[in-house]
């Protein structure tokens, strides 16, 4: 003979039954839950492992960054020095230069009105050799400081 199960016994079966598949399913679910955390916990620390040898890379680089900072300061104060003594220089030589063309533009107004003339003295030739002396020592001069200059940049 059969037994009968009432309707309530079938029911609370079917109960603990599903409350038994249910907690299956959530201990899946937990435990996928779980493998994924364990996964992204362990790229997690990969990534840190990567950002601690970058902020290596950056700090080393910070650093030959501000040695540059200071080479690039030397060489802007350097050339700013250069600069100032390259226009002193050029300032000497232009009035140098000027008081040449001076003195050159009297000797041809000199020697203009020699030629005008039937006779020149002595003193005057020698008053014009003089002034032509000076002249030849002073161009010395300028050609040597010239010299200097260029031996200086190099």
């Keep these: 003979?059969?037994?009968?199960?009432?309707?309530?016994?079938?029911t609370n079966i079917s109960s603990n039954d599903r409350m038994e598949m249910m907690l299956e399913d959530m201990?899946?679910?937990?435990?996928?839950?779980?493998?994924?955390?364990?996964t992204v916990n362990d790229k997690v620390d990969r990534l840190e492992g990567k950002v601690d040898k970058l902020e290596g890379k950056v700090d080393r680089?910070?650093?030959?960054?501000?040695?540059?900072?200071g080479k690039v300061d030397k060489l802007d104060a350097d050339l700013?020095?250069?600069k100032s003594e390259t226009e002193a220089n050029f300032k000497l030589a232009f009035?140098?230069?000027?008081?040449?063309?001076?003195?050159i533009v009297s000797l041809?107004?000199?020697?203009?009105?020699?030629k005008d003339k039937d006779y020149v003295t002595r003193e005057e030739f020698q008053a014009l050799n003089k002034?032509?002396?000076?002249?030849?020592?002073?161009?010395?001069?300028?050609?040597?400081?010239?010299?200097?200059v260029?031996?200086?940049v190099r």
């Design 95 to 103: 009035s140098h230069m000027s008081l040449l063309e001076d003195e």
């Design 61 to 69: 680089l910070e650093g030959k960054v501000d040695k540059l900072e």
């Design 150 to 152: 260029k031996q200086s």
């Design 108 to 114: 041809r107004k000199e020697f203009e009105e020699m």
């Design 80 to 82: 700013s020095s250069f």
């Design 131 to 148: 002034k032509l002396t000076s002249l030849e020592i002073k161009f010395e001069k300028i050609m040597t400081a010239n010299k200097k």
């Design 27 to 38: 201990q899946d679910q937990i435990k996928v839950i779980a493998e994924g955390v364990v």
């Design 1 to 10: 003979m059969k037994k009968q199960t009432s309707k309530k016994e079938k």
